[in-house]
């Protein structure tokens, strides 16, 4: 989904968008049904209305329900985000390495290339995806993994709130 110019100019004025209609009514069947088993925990992620038993709010959901942690990597909900954040990428493994390194950084610069715990994270357009895997082929690297960059909503969070996970 790509944003309007409007949809852009909103978030910039009120810092939130609304899309309804995003997920069909199938869909939103699978999340209201998993709603009644989280509200039954007894966790402090489930804050109670004082004084009842009455859930008023779930916390991290996405955390420990399957079909919550779904909707938070769906691509529908994260590329709005990714596209507001500029959060293009390509993720990339290939060996050797330290020659994947220099191949990609004469590609797109040092400044877009990022090497991470045996990836290299670049900082381009996923459809650069074939021109990437043909120059690194044709410098006789082997590529055992070439794809889009994507970040879940809680990633994304603790970037816009500066929080650390898992603190």
């Known amino acids: 989904?790509?944003?309007?110019?409007?949809?852009?100019?909103?978030?910039?004025r009120d810092g939130y968008l609304f899309f309804p209609g995003i997920f069909s009514r199938e869909e939103t069947k699978t999340l209201t049904a998993a709603v009644?088993?989280?509200?039954?925990?007894?966790?402090?992620?489930?804050?109670?209305?004082?004084?009842?038993?009455?859930?008023?709010?779930?916390?991290?959901?996405?955390?420990?329900?399957e079909p919550f942690a779904r909707l938070a990597r769906h691509p529908r909900m994260v590329g709005p985000v990714?596209?507001?954040l500029g959060e293009k990428g390509v993720i990339v493994r290939a060996q050797p390495a330290d020659l994947a390194g220099?191949?990609?950084?004469?590609?797109?610069?040092?400044?877009?290339?990022v090497r991470e715990d045996g990836y290299f994270h670049l900082k381009t357009d996923?459809?650069?995806?074939?021109?990437?895997?043909?120059?690194?082929?044709?410098?006789?690297?082997?590529?055992?993994?070439?794809?889009?960059?994507?970040?879940?909503?809680e990633e994304v969070f603790f970037q816009l709130t500066g929080e650390k996970q898992g603190s």
């Open 82 to 84: 990714q596209e507001l």
């Open 126 to 153: 996923p459809g650069q995806s074939l021109e990437i895997n043909r120059q690194l082929m044709a410098s006789s690297i082997g590529v055992s993994e070439l794809r889009p960059f994507e970040r879940s909503l």
């Open 36 to 65: 009644p088993e989280l509200y039954s925990r007894r966790e402090a992620y489930n804050v109670r209305e004082k004084g009842k038993d009455a859930v008023r709010t779930n916390f991290a959901a996405h955390l420990y329900s």
């Open 1 to 12: 989904m790509k944003l309007t110019l409007e949809q852009h100019a909103q978030f910039e």
């Open 102 to 113: 220099e191949v990609l950084t004469r590609m797109f610069g040092a400044e877009a290339v």
